[in-house]
């Protein structure tokens, strides 16, 4: 039996005058968490979000353990460093990265921080006005000044002095800051050469670079795998070791109008707005469409004829592809599906119509031009027939007002599908109604053996005339709907124009047991079935 591996533990006073040597703060400078504050739930309370890490093991076996060690050097406040609870797990993951030499220096940096501002408060805040007014070269009342967006400027500013050839946008993004560049008059040109001796990565990459150099697009450079070439302002923000990524973008968002046409491509059958994403190259064009919070996305390509650029078109008619995004759709109530009458419209008109127009300011261009889409999309019947399943369910959860989690993984056959689009007419339009010709010999019937459906049928007995006659269940069938079972309210049906060939009736017939009765049909027989009870009808679409 093996014994459990004794840990050297702080003592509550050596955790306690730990924290209370950084002011609660990580002692990670690179982490600006708190790890001290109220508890809002309870007054009398406050909240505790740290903890005193050891710097060398407590137990063998664990991250940076010196076996040497005294016992009471390792429970010592020495061997301790306060930090938030994320920055404590990082630490013990990955002890190469954070060797004792850089824990033990995160130890002294912070207090020594905390130290200088106990004894050097920071200055009110009409203090840093002042100085930040005296250092921009501005004599106005300072209150009303926009001094983030004035040194944001400046410092922009400063980097286009690098290399004027660049345009530069800074926006602070939580901690950290984005730069955004864009060449001020024709492009630039600039080398990009490879750190990484991965031989996949850089053939990808080079299918990358190749495509935006046709088309346009976005390009990602992770930091450490490239190095770009040709700028001073480039050589710059490189040289910054907090760098962790470069874009490369060669797009615009325009916003566009979608229309559907009929077959004539004259009038719209259906529109909507949507979000475009346009990018150019050498070749020619691409443009993409996201609608519906990107559950439809619309990805076209153009390429160039003749050398004609898209700004000199009024007109470009090009094949597009279609894919649908709804993922996010699964185990949502279906009476809550986002945008499920969008997609489920356009699916329905686009079977039918292979046409499409988009219209979208391009290149800041005074036209409208207009592009004609002929979509190349590929007819799935398995995604139809779900949204058409899926929206009959969607009736018969509104009627039935009961909660029906949508599980994209479940199939359905045939005849599940036939069986809940008959309830859903059913619902919608109140009854479902079944016509029989005069060649149909006969109809065979079973009925709830009740009192009064016997009654009805012992007075309506006839050899010749036909009659019409109304019978009502007792039992409520039970629905398979997204392997949920859902149990349906009695239904009655009504019978037109039907001639019964009664049997007699068994006197000790029970209500549990059923009845056979074969009718005749007249002409002009119909068949109605409706719900019993008095339910609301589904809402109709919007």
Not at 412 to 434: P, R
Not at 466 to 473: G, L, N, P, V
Request: glycine share 6%.
């Amino acid at each position: 039996m093996s014994k459990s591996k004794k840990r050297d533990e702080f003592s509550a006073s050596v955790r306690r005058v730990l924290r209370e040597r950084v002011g609660g703060l990580c002692s990670n400078p690179d982490c600006p968490q708190r790890t001290l504050g109220p508890k809002f739930s309870d007054k009398n309370k406050s909240q505790k979000r740290g903890q005193a890490a050891h710097i060398h093991a407590a137990a063998p076996g664990g991250p940076r353990y010196v076996p040497d060690m005294a016992q009471s050097e390792r429970k010592s406040i020495d061997n301790a460093i306060w930090l938030c609870i994320a920055c404590a797990d990082k630490i013990d993951t990955d002890e190469k990265k954070y060797p004792a030499d850089l824990l033990k220096a995160w130890k002294r940096k912070t207090e020594a921080h905390v130290a200088f501002l106990l004894d050097n408060p920071p200055p009110n805040h009409d203090a840093i006005l002042s100085s930040v007014a005296m250092l921009i070269g501005s004599s106005n009342d300072t209150h009303h000044l926009d001094i983030p967006g004035m040194v944001k400027k400046l410092y922009e500013e400063k980097l286009e002095a690098l290399d004027p050839r660049w345009k530069v946008q800074l926006d602070l993004i939580g901690c950290g800051q984005r730069y955004t560049l864009e060449p001020s008059n024709s492009p630039i040109g600039m080398i990009l050469k490879y750190k990484s001796n991965n031989p996949q990565l850089i053939v990808a990459t080079n299918d990358l670079m190749r495509r935006i150099y046709d088309y346009g697009g976005v390009c990602e450079i992770k930091d450490g795998e490239f190095a770009l070439e040709g700028s001073p302002l480039f050589d710059f923000l490189l040289s910054g070791s907090s760098l962790q990524r470069v874009v490369m973008r060669n797009e615009k968002i325009v916003p566009c109008r979608v229309e559907i046409l009929d077959d004539a491509n004259i009038s719209t059958i259906f529109g909507f707005d949507a979000k475009g994403i346009l990018s150019h190259g050498e070749r020619g064009i691409k443009f993409s469409i996201l609608a519906w919070d990107g559950i439809l996305s619309i990805h076209c390509i153009l390429d160039y004829e003749k050398g004609n650029s898209l700004k000199e078109c009024d007109t470009v008619s090009f094949p597009c592809k279609i894919n649908f995004n709804i993922k996010n759709w699964d185990e949502i109530d279906i009476r809550n599906i986002p945008y499920f009458f969008e997609v489920f419209h356009f699916c329905n008109i686009v079977d039918k119509n292979k046409r499409m127009r988009i219209a979208s300011k391009i290149d800041e261009s005074p036209k409208m031009p207009t592009f004609h889409l002929d979509m190349g999309i590929t007819h799935d019947e398995h995604f139809l027939a779900l949204l058409a399943y899926v929206d009959n369910a969607r009736t018969l959860a509104n009627y039935l007002n009961v909660e029906l989690p949508l599980k994209l993984g479940i199939g359905f056959s045939g005849d599940e599908f036939y069986e809940l689009k008959v309830l859903a007419e059913m619902i919608n339009k109140g009854f479902t109604e079944y016509k029989f010709s005069e060649t149909d010999s006969s109809i065979s019937v079973i009925f709830d053996a009740i009192e009064e459906n016997i009654a009805l049928l012992m007075e309506n007995k006839s050899d010749s005339q036909d009659i019409s006659i109304t019978f009502e269940e007792t039992t409520n069938q039970v629905i398979t709907v997204f392997d949920r079972e859902l149990i349906l309210p009695p239904k009655m049906r009504e019978f037109t124009k039907v001639v019964p060939k009664i049997q007699p009736v068994p006197n000790n017939t029970n209500i549990d047991k059923k009845l056979k009765v074969e009718f005749l049909p007249s002409e002009g027989c119909k068949i109605k079935v409706y719900f019993a009870n008095s339910l609301p009808k589904a809402s109709p679409h919007p």
